[in-house]
Nanobody, 115 residues
């Protein structure tokens, strides 16, 4: 069974940067979109950024201008470059791959931004 494996989370001071990566453990055919979501304690899981196969991107208003999503189709990998991090960015970040039939989720990686 294909799994999504995330890496790159951790503890960083406000104003710092982190880069998250998410790779599929096996081949996933015809990925329509890749995305990053986040969930803080007591909150719902919200979309942070998404990217289609054609490279169209969309971002939550709270991260526009600070976060950049990218993908490597050949490696079934998605990235999230996070700059100018704020304490309110603290959450568990999840990657998500969608095909026409299936919806894959990573296990989550903790990002903590200290003030």
């Amino acid at each position: 069974q294909v799994q999504l494996v995330e890496s790159g989370g951790g503890l960083v001071q406000a104003g710092g940067s982190l880069r998250l990566s998410c790779a599929a453990s096996g081949r996933i055919i015809s990925i329509n979109s890749m995305a990053w979501y986040r969930q803080a304690p007591g909150n719902q899981r919200d979309l942070v950024a998404g990217i289609t196969g054609g490279g169209y991107t969309n971002y939550a208003d709270s991260v526009k201008g600070r976060f950049t999503i990218g993908r490597d189709n050949g490696r079934n990998t998605v990235y999230l470059q996070m700059n100018s991090l704020k304490p309110e960015d603290t959450a568990v970040y999840y990657c998500n791959f969608r095909t026409s039939r299936l919806n894959y989720w990573g296990q989550g990686t903790q990002v903590t931004v200290s003030s």
